[in-house]
């Protein structure tokens, strides 16, 4: 079964496709089949094997009903249903995909403006984080070679400072560490629209 992700990646490019298919006078097996040849992803999988089972003695609507069940993304589900309803009833299907896509195109665009929105200050943070902790941290390891009298000076705090100059190596670590993980965070939030 596929995920909702995977089903959405490829879906307004294929309703598009059927669109273009059947404006051109095509039928929706000979569409679904066009589509079931690949490049659709998890679509042109589910298409081909409606098409194979349709070759078998199955009903075009009984199959479409099975996927539509089986479907992960309420979007797919619909595409689904209004060739199903096509199929069965001969509704004005070219004007149902044009409806549909729009709205997929409207909420393709609504999650990556959240995703961009949502990226927005990263690549400052990371640039930030990633340009100024290792020269604070090598500032600070720096000062017991650089005056080696000011650690015994008697100053208060001094001999802090010196114990955190033993820590630059794990500091740049953690540094090192933080930024992977901000990164894999972005990645992984990706909405998987383009």
């Known amino acids: ?12 490019y294929a309703m598009r496709a059927v669109m273009v298919l ?34 078998r003695g199955s009903q075009l609507e009984q199959e479409l009903a099975r996927l539509s069940r089986d479907a992960s993304s309420k979007a797919y589900s619909r595409f689904l249903n209004t060739l199903r309803t096509n199929v069965t009833s001969d509704t004005d299907l070219l004007r149902a995909l044009q409806q549909q896509s729009e709205r997929e195109e409207e909420e393709r665009n609504d999650k990556l403006g959240a995703y961009i929105e949502k990226l927005s200050g990263l690549p400052t943070i990371l640039l930030t984080f990633g ?9 600070a390891a720096m000062i017991p070679v650089i005056a080696p009298g000011l650690m015994t000076s008697g100053i208060p705090g001094m001999a802090s400072l010196a ?27 990706d909405p998987g629209v383009i």
Do not use: W
């Open 131 to 139: 340009m100024l902790s290792p020269i604070i941290f090598g500032i």
């Open 22 to 55: 059947l404006g051109s006078g095509i039928g929706i097996e000979s569409a679904l089949q066009m589509i079931g040849r690949g490049g659709y992803g998890v679509i042109s999988r589910d298409f081909k094997e409606v098409i194979t089972n349709l070759q």
């Open 163 to 189: 114990a955190a100059a033993s820590c630059f190596g794990p500091a740049l670590f953690l540094t090192v560490a933080m930024m992977i993980l901000i990164g894999y965070r972005a990645h992984s939030s």
């Open 1 to 12: 079964m596929a995920t909702d992700q995977e089903e959405s990646a490829d879906l307004l």
